[in-house]
C-alpha cells in the first residue's frame, strides 16, 4: 500500500486509534496490501459505543466485554463493578482503553 492510501485509512479509522501511535500505525499499514489493510481497520471496536455501552451496562462488565477483555469483564460482573467504583472509573478510562486495545490488535495481527 502507498503513503497517500495509508493516510486516507488513518483520517477514515484514526478516531479509533491513539493519535501518538499515527505514525507507527502508518508505516505498519504501508506494509500491508490493501484488502488486508481495510479489514484490519474494519475490525476495530469505536470507542464511542465503548463509552455508551460503559454508562448503560458498565456495571455488568458489557463494556469490557465488548473491547476484548472477557475476564475482565466477567470480574466486573461478578463484582457488581466492582460495587460501582470500578464502573465509575470506567466512565473516564473506557475510551482510551478502547482505542490501546485497538492498537495492540493492529500491531499483532
Known amino acids: 500500500m502507498d503513503s ?15 493519535p501518538a501511535s499515527f505514525p507507527m500505525v502508518k508505516e ?4 500491508l496490501d490493501d484488502p488486508m489493510a481495510n479489514m484490519l481497520l474494519a475490525q476495530l471496536k469505536d470507542p464511542t459505543i465503548s463509552l455508551v455501552l460503559s454508562i448503560l451496562l458498565g456495571g455488568y462488565g458489557i463494556d469490557r466485554i465488548y473491547i476484548g477483555e472477557v475476564g475482565l469483564g ?3 460482573l461478578l463484582t457488581c463493578g ?11 478510562l473506557i475510551m482510551e482503553r478502547t482505542r490501546e486495545n485497538n492498537l495492540n490488535q493492529l500491531m499483532n495481527s
Request: avoid cysteine; proline fraction near 3%.
Open 82 to 92: 466492582g460495587l460501582g467504583v470500578w464502573w465509575l472509573i470506567d466512565l473516564f
Open 74 to 76: 466477567i470480574l466486573k
Open 4 to 18: 497517500y492510501q495509508a493516510n486516507q485509512l488513518l483520517m477514515v479509522y484514526g478516531s479509533k486509534l491513539p
Open 28 to 31: 505498519r499499514l504501508e506494509q
